[in-house]
């Protein structure tokens, strides 16, 4: 490519980007790979917006991250189930069995149904 036709080319891409182009933009992605490039990245600057794709993999990252942070939260949750089922066993087994209390806490606790005796 000379000179000539890189200039032409430009201009075809200055007057496309103005939305008054006439070039086939199927035919400069074709033949002039480096000047579709700078062309969407001059468009890209000048009206601030993210390409399709730059979109897209910003959502499946935002996506991820709230997957880890649920698989996070979960595996959390679990282990505190883990935890509440074992203390329940404990507890259960300690109320199946009579223990010895000493004189000390007798004193401190008041029954909420008196007993007989």
Known sequence: MDLVDEVR???????????????????????????????YE??????????????????TVSDLKEVATRKAEIRALRHQVTQLALANAVLTHQGKRPEKRSEEARDNVVPLRPTEG
Do not use: M, W
Not at 9 to 24: D, K, V
Not at 42 to 59: D, F, G, H, I, Y
């Open 42 to 59: 001059r468009v890209r600057a000048e009206t601030k917006q993210l390409p399709e794709s730059e979109r897209r993999l910003r959502k």
């Open 9 to 39: 080319i430009r201009r075809q891409l200055e007057r496309r980007s103005r939305g008054r182009g006439r070039c086939s933009p199927h035919g400069l992605q074709k033949r002039h790979a480096d000047l579709k490039n700078e062309f």
